[in-house]
């Protein structure tokens, strides 16, 4: 603590004002709560939940020294919640368990590895491209939920399309609609203190886990294969030592959990944002266009991708999948001259301080070009993906995803979108549009410039 350290807490909303912002609160509503406060009470605010002080950062330098440079005094928060799930994988191990695990899974998501997953992207993509009839109109929503979990599905099964992948894949759909309804704070704390209360949860997480397993075990006897969970099950230790079959399974479930519902919900906006805008539209057209001229989007391609990529980035900063998350204070600390006493949650948030105009001019204007420009953001202020030790760990393979999907979608097809509004986000974990309609139109159709109803 230094002679400057600040007296008191940070100012903040009343408790009872955020409780019942925080727990009585839709997650549809969150997001758009915190920024408000953020914009009220600046770069550092607090206030108590029940027994514990949480701080909400929105200030780069923070946000960075949180993650990156003095995230050795912090822990995840509240991820017990998520290990009835997810068990000991990536996002909810911790320590030692954490740092040996990320080491043997890292080589998986190197750029090296990243070609081999393009052409798997994209025959996903033509699929269900293939699907789509000539102005019928297609749920997105469901649409880009199923592609994103084919894809990670593809990527840590490879060919391996059984019933039993079948299964997994039913099971993990079924989860992310159950799941938030039983995180949500009053379920929460009523599970907590009644421990006998049904949970509709457990029988689809006990599905998935005995399909997962027999996958796993059904591996073992045939061994090979160059997909992830091959990955998994082969990767070595310093000590020559594999992960338990348990293990596997932990990180399996974990990357097609975490894996699916980000990117999709990123893609999701992205289309929607692109349908709404037709200087953005046509631009990525033209850059389509020339670049891929007609074929199939390929790894290669990408470096050329440059407005595209810009467009995801730009939906990445205004709608982060993951629009908050948290850290729990290990030591007594300081931030922005605050005390931060330890055993505090402190709070981050991606959607919050993306749209600080400290950072970013006209935040809540649709700007790709500001990421072609020389300069980036300063660093702390655009963190879709965390940073340091526990960053995302698939962030290169979503921006492939990415890039890959719209690239093949508007070489193909115009999406048209139903309304002239953006959707309402979803009571959902994850920041996602609830429902999004659009008709798709064959380029073909479209190519004058005209768009042609069908
Ligand atoms: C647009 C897509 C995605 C977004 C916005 C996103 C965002 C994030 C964020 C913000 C974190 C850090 C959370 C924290 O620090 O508490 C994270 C962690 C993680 N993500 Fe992603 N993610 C995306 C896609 C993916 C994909 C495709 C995979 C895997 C296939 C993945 C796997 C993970 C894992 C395993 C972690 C935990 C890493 C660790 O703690 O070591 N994510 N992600």
Redesign the pocket.
Known sequence: MNSRTKTGVPPGPFPLDALRQYAGGSFAQAPRHLLSYAQRYGPIWSFNLLTRRVFVLDDADAVRSVLVEQQQLFR?SRIQRLKPVLGEG??TSENGL?VRQ?RLMQPSFHRSRLPGYADAITAEVLRTIGNWQEGQAVDVTAEMMRLALTI?GATLFGRDVTSETQNVRAAVEELVTVWPKQLAFWNDLANRVLPFRPRPLDPIAKRLDESLMRIIAGRHANDGGEDLLATLMTAQDEHGNRMTAQQVRDEAI??LI??HE??AS?LIWMLAIVGLNTQVRERIEAEVDVVVGGGIPRFEHLPELRYTAAVFEET?RLY???WA?GRRAMEDLELLGYRIPRGSTVIMSPYVTHRNPRYFDNPLEFKPERWLEKDPPPKGSYF???AGA??????P??RLE?VLTLATIVGRVRLVPERETLPDVAPQLMLRPAHLSMTPLHRANTRAGIVVQA
């Open positions: 995840k990536l996002v954490h990320r990670v974990t990357l975490t894996g980000t990117t990123a990445l982060p999948p993951i998350f879709p993906f965390g526990r960053g995302c760990i698939g962030e393979l979503a990415a």
